[in-house]
């Protein structure tokens, strides 16, 4: 199964291993470009992030965290907020960023997710 249950995400985090979902894509000044939030655990709460970067994979190039991103450094998320808690995190990323309640993955899952993706054409 490759999406979390609620307890999976919480047990998860109280490992200390962040969990992803993958929103999508977006066009970016004329070219495409791919959404995706992170949860992580910080000390006393959760640290939701979000990714946008160019769609630059293929079949054979999958991995999310090498592509460019929209705006800024490598590897920095276009916007983080800093919650006190698993339930406003998974609030806020469902009323700000539309993630889907039963869509979260483990870390690294999110290049299947990008795959099915492009299996669907992108769309």
């Not at 307890?7 to 109280?14: T, V």
Request: aromatic share 10%; with cysteine; proline share 5%.
């Amino acid at each position: 199964m490759r999406y979390l249950l609620p307890w999976a995400i919480k047990s998860a985090l109280n490992r200390g291993r962040p969990v992803e979902q993958f929103l999508g894509g977006f066009e970016h000044d004329g070219s495409p470009a791919l959404r995706w939030l992170t949860l992580q655990p910080e000390d006393g709460g959760v640290t939701l992030l979000l990714y946008e970067s160019y769609d630059q994979g293929g079949e054979d190039s999958l991995d999310l965290y090498d592509f460019s991103e929209v705006d800024g450094e490598q590897g920095d998320p276009a916007a983080e907020h800093s919650c006190a808690t698993l339930e406003e995190a998974l609030t806020l990323a469902r009323t700000e960023y539309g993630a889907a309640p039963d869509r979260w993955v483990n870390e690294g899952v999110i290049q299947d997710e990008y795959r099915d993706y492009i299996a669907r054409g992108r769309c």
